[in-house]
């Protein structure tokens, strides 16, 4: 089974609107950590926002927010005001075995082309 | 402020050839990885270190090896290129296991002919 799915190929969005870009999650692991990557046609990989499973709250980092549904094991990204410079693709991935200290792999989704309309 | 730099940037090569992927970091970063992205899809991990000296295999580690002689460079050897390794290949580092995400370097595109 995936781990993690994005199930959203490509979204358009018109320009200073919000959008919503779908994850869910499959893990056992109680203690684990979601994060969003921002990756422009210029293709470098950027981070933009995580989420600790034990967090009580939803994460917040400027314009982007994750709205983290635990029991439905989703974790969405949501771009408020949405930019030109918004245009690119997105990856969700998650983190297990926080506990055991064997390293930070990530394991990613298939990401989410996100197009940005003027 | 360099962080992850990957060289080079751009390779061909010819089935059978071989090459290495030099990554380095300036950040004292313990945890080092190689990923690749193949069209349309997501990054899956090649192989990783937990440290100097060490190495493990990821999800897709056949047809490649690595080495970490030195705590700051992670080197991605094929010995053998196949087309099935035309992809560009990420490398990534981080200073923890458990907290904060992974700062990726900008990637190499290899075209295998």
């Known amino acids: 089974a995936q781990k993690i799915t994005q199930t959203q190929p490509g979204m358009f969005v018109q320009e200073k609107e919000a959008v919503t870009l779908d994850c869910t999650y499959d893990t056992s692991d109680p203690s684990y950590g979601l994060f969003w990557y921002k990756q422009p046609s210029s293709g470098e990989m950027i981070f933009l926002i995580y989420q600790g499973s034990y967090d009580q709250q939803n994460a917040t980092e400027g314009r982007y927010s994750l709205n983290f549904q635990k029991a439905r094991k989703s974790a969405n990204l949501v771009i408020s005001a949405s930019q030109l410079g918004d245009s690119a693709m997105y990856f969700c991935a998650m983190r297990e075995g926080l506990l055991n200290n064997a390293g930070n792999m990530l394991t990613f989704g298939g990401g989410t082309r996100l197009m940005v309309k003027p | 402020n360099a962080g992850v730099t990957q060289t080079p940037k751009f390779r061909v090569l010819k089935t059978g050839q071989s090459m290495t992927l030099l990554c380095a970091q300036d950040?004292?970063?313990?945890?080092m990885y190689w990923y690749r992205q193949d069209p349309g899809m997501g990054l899956r991990l090649i192989h990783y270190?937990?440290?100097?000296?060490?190495?493990a295999k990821g999800e897709v580690p056949d047809g490649y090896n690595v080495s970490r002689l030195k705590k700051q460079n992670f080197l991605l050897g094929l010995e053998s290129a196949a087309p099935s390794q035309t992809s560009v290949y990420f490398c990534?580092?981080?200073?923890?296991?458990?907290?904060?995400?992974?700062?990726f370097g900008n990637g190499t595109r290899l075209t295998v002919t």
């Open positions: 950040m004292n970063h313990e945890y």
């Open positions: 990534a580092s981080s200073y923890s296991a458990t907290l904060g995400g992974l700062d």
């Open positions: 270190s937990v440290g100097e000296g060490t190495t």
